[in-house]
Nanobody
Framework: QVQLVESGGGLVQPGGSLRLSCAAS????????MSWYRQAPGKQRELVAE???????NYADSVKGRFTISRDNAKNTLYLQMRSLKPEDTAEYYC?????WGQGTQVTVSS
């Protein structure tokens, strides 16, 4: 069965960095476009970044230049490197592929 398991969230001060990981199983990871979404309390879930099977990437304007999405097809793992974090980046972050979603990992940016 398809499974996406996020990890790497936590509490970080403004300006700090975190790297999220998403371990995928149950499908042919390498042929799927993958993406990261986030949802802050009281807000709609929004696309953060996406990466195609060929490695092309796309980012939300709010994270361009600060976040980097990448994938390791040998490890069936998706990553999101987040730098220069801001309080407005606080949200639950979700990994997404096809119709599958992970359970989410919480990122809190606060001093």
């Amino acid at each position: 069965q398809v499974q996406l398991v996020e990890s790497g969230g936590g509490l970080v001060q403004p300006g700090g960095s975190l790297r999220l990981s998403c371990a995928a199983s149950g499908f042919t990871f390498s042929i799927y476009a993958m993406s990261w979404y986030r949802q802050a309390p009281g807000k709609q879930r929004e696309l953060v970044a996406e990466i195609t099977s060929a490695g092309s990437t796309n980012y939300a304007d709010s994270v361009k230049g600060r976040f980097t999405i990448s994938r390791d097809n040998a490890k069936n793992t998706l990553y999101l490197q987040m730098r220069s974090l801001k309080p407005e980046d606080t949200a639950e972050y979700y990994c997404h592929a096809g119709v599958a979603w992970g359970q989410g990992t919480q990122v809190t940016v606060s001093s």
